[in-house]
């Protein structure tokens, strides 16, 4: 397949595909939903002989896939996303002031690369293509190796709804290849104006590598790499050690480890009911028993993460599952001081699957050092009582500089999909902090502002006319009303 044509092919659909009304627009979106919907068993099917993943899992995924697509075709429905912005006319002023009227359009063709561990949500129809579309680009998504069955079925989903909702033919697109050729040519296309990645540090930065090569360059919005640190304060570990013990190994261990929330790092101050609460979350890890990972790419990178992590000076194994069979994940947990993690940088790194590494700190000075040595975070968690939160606000602090999501009592894995969601964070958790990936504020990576500069009436979209044809939230001159 010619890169060159699939991109001309996009960039025409474009032209048509921008000019769709909001409503016609989110009735395409509800039609893949629906489409989708139709073929779940056969999806659930597909995306298990590839992912290892089960049923239940890629059932809630389909929901979550379909929700999304509701959600963004509800978002467009009415319409205020466009964050429309009116300044009228002061002819009598000094200069004359023109009028203004600004709003977010859609910037052109997006290329929206599959994620593995997320075969349908982070994938072919998941929210970067959703969101893409809801802001009226046009899609060419490239399709991840680890599960090209399952991508081509949720594809052949959205080509039905494509026809049955009368769209451009090539508003989606679909492409496939190993090794990074296609993907270089896709971001590298003079046509692509966006790129939406969920993956890897390696492969996030290379993404952004081609994009800066580029003559014009273009936003790469990659989700990379994240450790998602966890502070447990001294009073929760205090009186909750054995229920956050429980909690904790369920999120390390979620899906064996494959999500990028998985809570890599642990962090309290060196005490008893420390030492308590690692032996008692040793053991809940030790008592789950390994599942097979995504791939097998994946279970050796872990293999040889977990045993690199464990061969560092000062890192001691506090417990383990039963080892693992063929593509076999093993959970761990391992412990080392606050000054060996100061002094390794490897320590940093994050490894992919269900392990975790605990940090004792000596005093609250270490404890502060260590995590401003941190990078950037997609989370992070704060485990403390309303005793250790009015003690420990300087060090509550520090965390809230991390991480697009600080949570409170709660363990990271699992996002919700809704408007005040953030999944995203400093660099190298994404390569923009000020968008996320969830929710409907994903909309704004595909859009720009443009300033429409005294144009009459019958010249502005809807969105911008006097009339308000569309009933939406706007700012007129400094004020917001309908």
């Known amino acids: 397949m010619q890169i060159d044509d699939v991109m001309q092919r996009s960039a025409e659909a474009f032209a048509q595909y921008r000019e769709l009304s909001p409503s016609v627009r989110a009735a395409f979106l509800e039609t893949i939903a629906s489409e989708i919907a139709q073929v779940r068993d056969m999806l659930v099917e597909t995306a298990q002989a590839e992912s290892n993943l089960p049923a239940a899992r890629l059932n809630g995924e389909i929901t979550r896939t379909t929700s999304q697509l509701q959600m963004f075709a509800n978002l467009i429905k009415e319409g205020s996303w466009v964050e ?5 006319a002061k002819p009598d002023s000094t200069p004359a002031k023109p009028d203004l009227r600004r709003m977010l359009v859609p910037a052109g063709p997006v290329v929206v690369f599959g994620a593995s561990n997320f075969p349908f949500a982070f994938s072919t129809a998941g929210g ?3 969101s893409a579309l809801a802001a009226g680009a046009t899609v060419v998504i490239k399709g991840h190796p680890a599960h090209p069955r399952t991508s081509l ?33 896709l971001v590298t296309h ?6 939406g990645f969920t993956g890897s540090l390696q492969g996030g930065k290379a993404l952004l590598g081609y994009a800066a090569e580029r003559e014009v360059p273009i936003p790469v919005f990659a989700e990379m790499s994240s450790i998602n640190p966890v502070v447990f304060y001294p009073d929760a570990l205090a009186t909750q050690a054995e229920q956050l013990a429980q909690t904790f190994a369920g999120s390390v261990t979620l899906g064996m480890g494959q999500f990028c929330t998985n809570p890599g790092l642990l962090i309290g101050l060196k005490s008893a009911a420390l030492d308590n609460f690692v032996s008692l979350l040793g053991n809940a890890i030790a008592a789950v028993a390994p599942q097979k990972m995504l791939h097998k790419g994946i279970c050796e990178a872990y293999g040889k993460g977990r045993k690199h992590m464990l061969a560092q000076q000062d890192v001691v194994l506090v417990n383990e599952s039963a080892a693992p069979a063929d593509m076999e ?8 001081t606050g000054k060996t993690f100061l002094g390794n940088p490897h320590l940093k790194e994050e490894l992919f699957g269900p392990f975790s590494l605990l940090v004792e700190c000596e005093d609250k000075a270490e404890l502060l050092a260590v995590l401003k040595s941190l990078h950037g975070q997609l989370t992070t968690t704060i485990v403390g009582t309303a005793a250790d939160t009015a003690q420990w606000k300087d060090v509550i602090a520090v965390q809230s500089t991390l991480a697009g999501r600080v949570i409170l009592n709660n363990p990271p894995t699992g996002v919700e999909v809704c408007a005040a969601m953030v999944h995203g964070g400093p660099f190298p958790a994404t390569s923009d902090q000020r968008f996320t990936s969830v929710g409907t504020g994903a909309i704004r990576r595909w859009v720009r502002p443009v300033c429409y500069q005294n144009f009459p009436e019958e010249m502005l979209p809807d969105a911008l006319k006097a009339a308000n044809p569309l009933g939406i939230w706007r700012q007129i001159d400094n004020q917001f009303t309908r």
């Open 153 to 185: 079925a949720v594809f052949e989903a959205m080509q039905k709804a494509i026809s049955k909702s009368g769209m451009p033919a090539f508003t989606v697109q679909h492409v496939t290849g190993e090794g990074n050729a296609v993907g270089k040519a």
């Open 128 to 130: 970067d293509t959703a």
């Open 190 to 195: 003079p046509l692509t104006t966006g790129v």
């Open 329 to 336: 994940a093993w959970p761990s947990l391992a412990r080392t």
């Open 84 to 88: 429309a912005v009116i300044d009228t």
